[in-house]
């Protein structure tokens, strides 16, 4: 399973910027989906998950109410919408998928196939 991250790029502060990840030849159907990212000079951090229902979704403190993740299982993509967006959040951004049989549970750990990342540079 390739994962492909799209999306990122140089943003204001309080600005938005949507992030995609897509597996080109493979259905994600059967993988709950994570980002994570890693801030310069600084470890992985879990930003947020979704299962493979699309009915639960987990966020890091950090990011709760401003970032929002979904799924399209038609277009086979996961999106990270991010709004009011902080100078503390430039970080290289990762897509993570999980092969699981449960609908409706993900985590942010454990992921099995990982991207290469999509840079985030939030400044001024």
């Known amino acids: 399973l390739q994962l492909v991250e799209s999306g990122g790029g140089l943003v204001q502060p309080v600005g938005s910027l949507r992030l995609s990840c897509a597996a080109p030849?493979?259905?994600?159907?059967?993988?709950?989906i994570a980002w994570f990212r890693q801030a310069p000079g600084m470890g992985r951090e879990g930003v947020s998950c979704?299962?493979?229902?699309?009915?639960?979704?987990n966020y890091a403190d950090s990011v709760k109410g401003r970032f929002t993740i979904s799924r399209d299982n038609a277009k086979n993509t996961v999106s990270l919408q991010m709004n009011s967006l902080k100078p503390e959040d430039t970080a290289i951004y990762y897509c993570?998928?999980?092969?699981?049989?449960?609908?409706?549970?993900?985590?942010?750990?454990?992921?099995?196939?990982w991207g290469k990342g999509t840079l985030v540079n939030v400044s001024s």
């Open positions: 993570a998928a999980d092969r699981t049989f449960i609908q409706n549970r993900c985590v942010l750990y454990g992921m099995d196939y």
């Open positions: 030849g493979f259905t994600l159907d059967y993988y709950t």
């Open positions: 979704i299962s493979i229902s699309g009915g639960t979704t």
